[in-house]
């Protein structure tokens, strides 16, 4: 099975922290992704990376920066936390190359106070 | 108009129904199609993925799909209290990624 960890279940932090939201997966997956999900809005994409070294920007990337340094771990940073990023931070990962089934963390819950 | 629409729900049925859910998608070049389910509070969880027109049944779930109507729907038979959930619709619209539906709350009652 595939096997998605995220570093936390919960984290609160102070606006204008830097935060590090860390993502593993063990299946040697090519395709990582992050999301952000907030009621009524769905699943909206922060970033997604393809390759080591390699990133793309979703559809709301502004506020978040993204780093991946080896194929199974995505980190998604927050440079300057602010409320508005207080939400649900799901990451996933595809195997890439036509199979494009994403398999989920088990999401980390941010507040920013 | 949004990329994947789904009916936000809640679907009710009782217990021993078939639970109907229904998606549509905008882009005709989609080629592959997605049904997560997630409980409150945890992450989504995928249950059936689905590339050509027809039907596909795993269990007690089946997905279908009609890309001339661009509609993917899942039925859910015997349904059972704990597959009161939100379904996500997922679609691949190119290159890797996915569009998500905001999902179809589910409610099953005893």
């Known amino acids: 099975d595939v096997k998605v960890t995220q570093s936390s279940r919960y984290l609160v932090k102070r606006t204008g922290e830097k935060v590090f939201l860390e993502c593993v997966q063990d299946?040697?997956?090519?395709?990582m992704f992050w999301y952000r999900q907030d009621p009524g809005l769905g699943l909206r994409l922060i970033y997604f990376?393809?390759?080591?070294?390699?990133?793309e920007k979703g559809d709301i990337p502004e506020g978040y920066s993204v780093s991946r340094e080896k194929k199974e771990r995505f980190s998604l940073i927050l440079e300057s936390a602010s409320t508005n990023q207080t939400s649900m931070y799901l990451c996933?990962?595809?195997?890439?190359?036509?199979?494009?089934?994403?398999?989920f963390g088990p999401g980390t819950r941010l507040t920013v106070l | 108009q949004k990329e994947v629409e789904q009916n936000s729900g809640p679907l009710s049925v009782p217990e021993g129904a078939i639970a109907s859910l229904n998606c549509t998608y905008s882009?005709?070049?989609?080629?592959?199609f997605f049904w997560y389910r997630q409980y409150s509070g945890k992450s989504p969880e995928l249950i059936m993925s689905?590339?050509?027109?027809g039907d596909k049944e795993d269990g007690r779930f089946t997905a279908q799909l009609n890309k001339a109507s661009q509609y993917v729907s899942l039925l859910i038979r015997d349904s059972q209290p704990s597959d009161s959930a939100t379904y996500l619709c997922?679609?691949?619209?190119?290159?890797?990624?996915?569009?998500f539906g905001t999902g179809t709350r589910l409610l099953v009652s005893p």
């Open positions: 996933a990962s595809s195997l890439g190359t036509g199979y494009n089934e994403q398999f």
């Open positions: 299946m040697d997956h090519e395709n």
């Open positions: 990376s393809y390759d080591v070294k390699m990133k």
């Open positions: 882009d005709r070049g989609s080629q592959s």
């Open positions: 689905i590339y050509s027109n």
């Open positions: 997922a679609v691949n619209t190119g290159f890797q990624k996915l569009v």
